[in-house]
Every structure is written in structure tokens, then in C-alpha cells.
């Protein structure tokens, strides 16, 4: 029983002075001043993971047989890695910790540098303020993407393992490598303003394939199809008649045969055909017979041979040939015209199919009408587009598209309505590739641009955006120098896009991406 009460004296005894050496309850027992560490980096780069804390320490003092060790600690849901300490040793410590390195041998002390802490400082004869920037770079594992780190503050005597005095949350996650993805090249796009039209002169044409009883001019309103084809006709120049922006210049009815027959024959025809529509057209519309002309468009044969080469005839070539090699007049030495060659050839069994089945067709009046249209200011203009866009010129279109944000839907749709106008206009065409380019369609961009005038620098710069697109980098930059040499600006910007785009692939490429 003795026995027994000496044993719990001592406990209670060692108990007291282990409190008084650990406890929480008196820090300032084993430091004074002030430890702050403040997060830098916790961020994944590649395989590995970069740490750096700012530890600043004012004033510190601490206890002479002590030393309070700053741990850095990864934690995760399954996981915990405590990183190389700060220690910060009281001066007997700090002795102690020096005669152990004396007196270690070379073993010894390789074994100590592999364990040893990351810094050590002597926590006594501090009198003002220091600072250490930790910086740790580690292997990333795949645990630590879900990770964070507290900073561990405990307190060590010689002999006794280290007691918690505080955790410091430092950070709250792991900052994750973006990863690189395939860099989105932004065209910039240059247009070209159009010149300035004084005047606007138009002209508008209509085909009509009207029927004529045999050998006869006069026109029948109702005879097979001519009501249909009188319609065409009419409703083209009444079209004009009622627009008051417009001033007819003159009407030209031109006649068309087809090629058989006589030549003169058939000239006569024509020309008297083509007054009787001029006759037709006179009482029905207010325009001064002055305005009209009549004139003779020859024999059809571009429209006979265009037939045949879209026909599945099985002489097709050969009838092409003779359309193409054998002249219309008679060659009074051989006895021979094209004519008289179509109608010999295969017995003529291919010239009865052609008087039959196209023949009819070639036998035409082309109603034109040539005019002058007013010029609009930006208002009028942007009503005009939506109704009559063909009544206004390529310029006054560009500057209702200045009206909208550069780039945006509206902006682009009236480059495309100006090239649907004016389809054979160089600066149309390139203003319409360099819209389809500001969409990435690429496709579409390159059949404007085989039609687009190609002495400028925004041409040489829509060039070069089809090839950045396109990713022949080397294509491109050559364009793009050159416009970028005649001092475009866009050209500039996108030089700067194919460096980014070069650059990204490098870098990609090393990751293996």
C-alpha cells in the first residue's frame, strides 16, 4: 500500500512538471514575439508542386532549452504529408544541436541532411525583425489536387517529443494546372471602302421566248405561251415604271433567230418581231417611243450550241465540232457552211431532233432597259436594302454596314447583299471573302476571293487569314507581311494571332498534348 501511494505521488509530480513544460496554457513559457507566415504558392506545374511561405518573425526569444519547429502539413481526405520545418531553437538548444553535428561521423550526417530541417535559426539575441522566404518543390501526386496546408507550430525540449501549441491554416486548396488547349486563332479583318459612284447607271434585261405563227411578226397575246412570256416582259418594266428613284436612259428590244433558213431571211424576221413587241409594249406603259430600239441579235447559235452541251444527244461532239470549227458562211470553194454541215450529218437525223426539241427555244427578245438611279443619304439607304438594294451602289451600301458594330451579324449580311448585287465587282467580292473570313467559313471565303481585286493590301491580308485558318502558317505570314508592310493594321493583329497560335503548339507539343 505504501508502494502503491509512492508511485501515484510521483505520477501526479511528473504529470505537474510535464504540464508545466507543454501546457497550452502559458505559451509565452516557451516564446515571445511574433511568428507570421503568409501564402505565396501552393500550385501544381506539371509533375510537380510548387510551395512557397513568407515566414516574418519579430523579436523572437525562445526558451533556452526549446525549440518551436514551424511544420508545413499537406492533408487530404486519406492523406497527410508533413513538409521540412522551420526550427527556431533557444540558445542551449541551438549548443546542443551543434556539439551532436561535431561529434556525428560521415554517415551520421548524411543521415542527419536527409531528415535535417529546412531552416534553422537561433531564437535568442533577436532584437528586431527577420524574414525567410520558404520555397519547396515536390513530386505531384494525384492526391494533393484535393490537398491543403496547414502550418503545424509545436514546441520541443531536448529529449521529449514535440507538442502541438497551434494549426495555421495557410491554404485552403491546391491552385490546379490549367492545362493548354488548342489556342482559338481571332481573325481580324480589313475591308475596303468602294468608290464613289456620280452616277448611278443601271440596266435590267428580261428573256422572252414568244410564239409566232409561221413566218408571221405579229404578236398573238394569246397564242400558246406567250401569255407567260408577255408577263416576264411586263411586270419587269412596270417594275421600273413605278419606282420614282429611277430615270430610263432607253429600252433596247433585241431580236433573236434561231439558225435555220436563209441569214437575211431570218433578219428580217427577228427585227420584225422584235417592233411588234416594241408595238406591244408602247400603249401599255408611259414611255416615250423615243426610248425604245430595236435591234437584231443574229442567229442563236451561242444558244444552240449551249443546248447541245448540256444535252445527252449521242452526237453531241460531233455537233459541237462543226458549231465550233466550220463557219457560218458558205465556203463557195468547198461548197460548205455550218449550216449545211449540221444538216448532212448522221443523214441528218440529229439536225431534225435539234429543229424540233431546241429550235423553238432559240427563237428569243431580249427586253434591256438602261437607267439612271438617285443617289441616297445613310437613312434612305438603310430602308432601300431591305427592298430595292439593287437601286443602291456599292458605296452607300459599305456605309449603312458602318453603321453596325464591326463583325456583327447585321455588319457581315450587308457585304454578302452587296456581293449578291454586284456578283463580278472586285471590291464586292473582297469585301464579301474578308465577311465570310470574319466566320471562319473558309470555304466560301476562297470563292470570293478568286474573283476579288487583288492589288490591295486588305487582299493580301484576307489571303492571309484563309491560310492562318487553314493552318499553313508559313502561307500566311508571307501574305500577312506583305499587307502589314503597306501599313494595315489588322495585318499587324494578325501576326500577332500566328504567334500565339506557333507559340501554343510548342507548347503543346512538349506536353504531349
Keep these: 500500500m505504501t508502494k502503491l501511494k509512492s508511485f501515484l505521488y510521483l505520477l501526479i509530480i511528473f504529470l505537474t512538471i510535464s504540464s508545466l513544460s507543454y501546457g497550452e496554457e502559458n505559451p509565452k513559457k516557451w516564446y515571445t514575439g511574433i511568428i507570421q507566415p503568409t501564402a505565396l504558392e501552393l500550385q501544381q506545374a506539371g509533375d510537380s508542386l510548387h510551395i512557397q511561405i513568407l515566414y516574418n518573425f519579430d523579436n523572437m526569444q525562445v526558451s533556452s532549452n526549446h525549440s518551436i519547429e514551424l511544420i508545413p502539413v499537406l492533408i487530404a481526405a486519406n492523406h497527410q504529408m508533413e513538409l521540412p520545418e522551420i526550427s527556431i531553437k533557444g540558445r542551449k538548444n541551438y549548443q546542443n544541436l551543434k556539439r551532436k553535428l561535431a561529434l556525428m561521423n560521415t554517415q551520421e550526417r548524411a543521415f542527419y541532411q536527409s531528415e535535417a530541417p529546412y531552416s534553422i535559426l537561433k531564437g535568442y539575441g533577436m532584437t528586431g525583425k527577420e524574414q525567410i522566404r520558404y520555397s519547396l518543390i515536390i513530386p505531384f501526386e494525384p492526391w494533393m489536387k484535393d490537398a491543403y496546408l496547414n502550418v503545424k507550430k509545436e514546441v520541443m525540449g531536448c529529449c521529449r517529443p514535440g507538442r502541438l501549441l497551434s494549426a495555421i491554416p495557410l491554404f485552403s486548396a491546391v491552385t490546379l494546372e490549367k492545362l493548354p488547349v488548342p489556342y482559338q486563332i481571332t481573325p481580324h479583318i480589313s475591308y475596303v471602302q468602294p468608290k464613289v459612284e456620280p452616277v448611278k447607271s443601271r440596266e435590267m434585261s428580261c428573256e422572252a421566248f414568244l410564239d409566232f405563227v409561221v413566218s408571221k411578226t405579229d404578236i398573238k397575246p394569246d397564242y400558246m405561251n406567250n401569255p407567260t412570256e408577255l408577263k416576264k416582259i411586263s411586270s419587269m418594266l412596270a417594275e421600273v415604271k413605278n419606282d420614282t428613284a429611277i430615270t430610263i436612259r432607253g429600252i433596247s428590244v433585241i431580236g433573236y433567230a434561231s439558225p435555220e433558213g436563209s441569214t437575211l431571211f431570218n433578219k428580217q424576221l427577228s427585227e420584225g418581231r422584235a417592233k411588234a413587241l416594241v408595238n406591244y409594249l408602247l400603249p401599255r406603259f408611259p ?153 471562319k467559313d473558309t470555304l466560301l471565303a476562297e470563292k470570293y476571293l478568286k474573283k476579288a481585286e487583288t492589288s490591295t493590301p486588305e487582299y493580301e491580308n484576307a489571303v492571309g487569314v484563309l491560310h492562318l485558318l487553314r493552318g499553313d502558317y508559313e502561307q500566311a505570314k508571307l501574305h500577312l507581311n506583305k499587307a502589314a508592310e503597306s501599313g494595315l493594321r489588322q495585318a499587324n493583329l494578325n501576326l500577332e494571332e500566328l504567334a500565339k497560335k506557333e507559340e501554343n503548339i510548342e507548347l503543346m507539343s512538349k506536353l504531349d498534348y
Excluded at 299 to 316: F, H, I, P, T
Excluded at 425 to 432: F, G, T, V
Design 287 to 439: 414611255f416615250s417611243e423615243e426610248l425604245y430600239k430595236v435591234e437584231y441579235g443574229g442567229e442563236n447559235w451561242e444558244g444552240l450550241r449551249k443546248m447541245v452541251a448540256g444535252s445527252d444527244m449521242a452526237e453531241k461532239d460531233g455537233i459541237l465540232h462543226i458549231i465550233d470549227h466550220i463557219p457560218v458562211e458558205i465556203n463557195y470553194r468547198t461548197n460548205t457552211s455550218r449550216k449545211k454541215s449540221l444538216m448532212l450529218y448522221k443523214q441528218g437525223n440529229p439536225y431534225r431532233f435539234m429543229l424540233r426539241e431546241y429550235y423553238p427555244h432559240l427563237r428569243k427578245a431580249i427586253c434591256k432597259i438602261e437607267y439612271d438611279v438617285q443617289n441616297f443619304n445613310i437613312e434612305q439607304a438603310k430602308v432601300l436594302i431591305h427592298s430595292r438594294p439593287q437601286n443602291l451602289s456599292l458605296n452607300e451600301i459599305y456605309l449603312v454596314a458602318l453603321t453596325y458594330k464591326n463583325g456583327s451579324p447585321e455588319f457581315i449580311e450587308l457585304f454578302e447583299t452587296a456581293v449578291s448585287v454586284f456578283p463580278d465587282d472586285k471590291i464586292a467580292n473582297l469585301n464579301a471573302a474578308s465577311a465570310a473570313l470574319s466566320r
